[in-house]
């Protein structure tokens, strides 16, 4: 049994997982909108991974015996200046997640829930991960700047990308 601590800490995560995905859906009919189908896919590849983290989470609390409450999600951005002004809200986006998650790490290791530790393990690995993704997408649109064939070849490569639910752990 998880305390309660912790349950409402996992709960808050659950929150901001669904908001996550709820602000990349956002970003992804941005993207529609601008004729740029490759970046609307990519973004809702990161929306479907960021639902999955959530129900993760959701059925880790109910294994444990505590109480999933779902709250109100926060209404997320629905505009941006240009292609680059979204994935650098998406950069800092995943940083405030992986802290996010490491203070919740700290509470599961403040409260002595080993189980807890060692599920929020794939968390921190799995932000790891989704930072170095979206900087080398911001870098590369850096380096494309105004130049619309490099643009349109991004969204070409961008729209390859498929959501594949990790593997449970």
């Not at 490759?38 to 989470?57: D, I, S």
């Not at 105004?146 to 349109?152: E, K, L, T, V, Y």
């Amino acid at each position: 049994m998880i305390s309660d601590k912790l349950n409402d800490a996992l709960n808050g995560q659950i929150n901001a997982e669904l908001y996550s995905s709820y602000l990349y859906l956002s970003m992804s009919a941005w993207f529609s909108t601008r004729s740029l189908p490759g970046f609307a896919t990519w973004m809702r590849c990161q929306a479907q991974e960021e639902l999955f983290h959530a129900t993760k989470m959701f059925d880790y609390v109910n294994e444990r015996g505590g109480t999933v409450v779902l709250e109100a999600i926060a209404k997320p951005d629905a505009t941006w200046d240009s292609p680059l002004a979204v994935l650098k809200q998406v950069a800092r986006h995943e940083a405030h997640v992986t802290q996010l998650i490491n203070d919740l790490v700290n509470c599961a290791l403040d409260e002595r829930d080993h189980a807890s530790t060692i599920f929020l393990q794939w968390y921190v690995t799995e932000q790891v991960e989704e930072e170095a993704s979206v900087g080398e997408v911001v870098n590369r649109l850096k380096m494309i700047g105004n130049d619309s064939a490099g643009m349109f070849a991004m969204d070409m490569e961008m729209g390859k990308r498929i959501f594949t639910p990790p593997v449970a752990v």
